[in-house]
């Protein structure tokens, strides 16, 4: 089913992000994570798509599996790395042929040692143009990413905001943000491109804060700031994991029940292919 019939049904929905494991023994962890996480009936799941566009089929492999085999709505991240014209066709025409209908279309990070995306002969230099393409050629539901404290390129807020505007008016339907910790730079954000004349649905993107580790981990992937009261708490119970995974969770529960309250159209959980926490969480909402 398209993301976006489900929409007309569902005013809230709640997905999971997985990535495809890396070999046999997390392969079994993810199995039993999966079945876990079934039973909280997902509204649909997302499988991301290797960096630098490694790993590509077993994205696709996992994709197949959760669509076919699962019968779970899953959506196939798709990249602009190392992506011609051509070889965009041949992958779309095959997860169409897989019954894919969901895309989350990206333009990619820059592969490791490099600084700046360098799009390949005959692709695509930033995600509206891969999703303008998209919507040229196929039927897919097509989501996109959107960043609630600024991708780490863009010059402003407001000039990323611009920008994603071209990649709703490309045919995004949806947006999905990378992950933060603070609700009110999301709520900012809605009003920011609600004014700028973005309409569709944005879901908030997260994750839970459970140990110390994550601290520095989390700021560097994503740039989110983390709230200084969250991370000294953290940091104060560094040797005692349980309880470092408690005040992150009860965070994390809190953060989600005010956005639902505020008007978030549901929520988007990175599991990091765990169970524990999303279960946790997704119960107490
Ligand atoms: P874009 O939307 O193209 O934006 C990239 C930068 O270019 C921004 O600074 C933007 O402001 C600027 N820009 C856009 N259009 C223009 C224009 N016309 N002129 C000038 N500047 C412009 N990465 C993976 O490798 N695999 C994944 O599976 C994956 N999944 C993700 C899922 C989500 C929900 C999110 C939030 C991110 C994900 N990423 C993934 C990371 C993503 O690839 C990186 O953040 C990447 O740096 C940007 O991708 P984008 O699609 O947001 O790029």
């Known amino acids: 089913m398209k993301i976006s019939d489900l929409f007309l049904s569902q005013d809230k929905t709640f997905s999971f992000e997985f990535f495809p494991p ?3 023994i997390s392969a079994v962890d993810f199995g039993i994570n999966i079945g876990r996480l079934m039973k909280l009936s997902p509204s649909f799941v997302t499988v991301t798509y290797g960096a630098g566009g490694s790993n590509q089929e077993r ?3 996992l994709v197949d599996y959760l669509q076919n085999r699962i019968g779970l709505t899953t959506v196939a991240h798709y990249t602009c790395v190392n992506a011609t014209r051509d070889k965009i066709k041949s ?3 095959y997860l169409m042929g897989h019954g894919i209908k969901n895309l989350m279309l990206l333009r990619g990070d820059p592969p490791k040692g490099e600084n700046e995306f360098i799009p390949p002969e005959n692709g695509f230099n930033f995600a509206s143009e891969l999703t303008a393409f998209v919507d040229e050629y196929y039927d897919f539901c097509k989501a996109g990413a959107a960043y609630v404290e600024k991708h780490p390129e ?3 807020l407001e000039e990323d905001i611009q920008n994603l505007k071209l990649k709703v008016n490309a045919g995004a339907d949806f947006l999905i943000t990378q992950l933060f910790f603070i609700n009110s730079y999301y709520f900012d954000f809605i009003k920011k491109t609600r004014a700028a004349g973005i309409t569709c649905r944005i879901i908030p993107g997260i994750i839970p ?3 110390y580790k994550q601290i520095e981990r989390f700021t560097k992937m994503s ?3 983390i709230p200084a009261k969250l991370a000294s708490a953290i940091e ?3 040797d005692q994991p349980e309880k470092m995974y408690e005040i992150g969770l009860e965070y994390t529960i809190n953060q989600c029940k005010e956005l639902l309250t505020n ?3 549901g929520i988007h959980f990175y599991t990091l292919n765990k169970s524990r926490a999303a279960v946790e969480i997704f119960e107490s909402l």
């Open 223 to 225: 740039a989110a700031k």
């Open 236 to 238: 104060s119970h560094k």
């Open 22 to 24: 890396h070999d046999e």
């Open 209 to 211: 804060l459970t140990s």
């Open 91 to 93: 992958d779309l025409d």
């Open 263 to 265: 008007g978030a159209p």
């Open 154 to 156: 863009a010059p402003s």
């Open 59 to 61: 994205t696709f492999a």
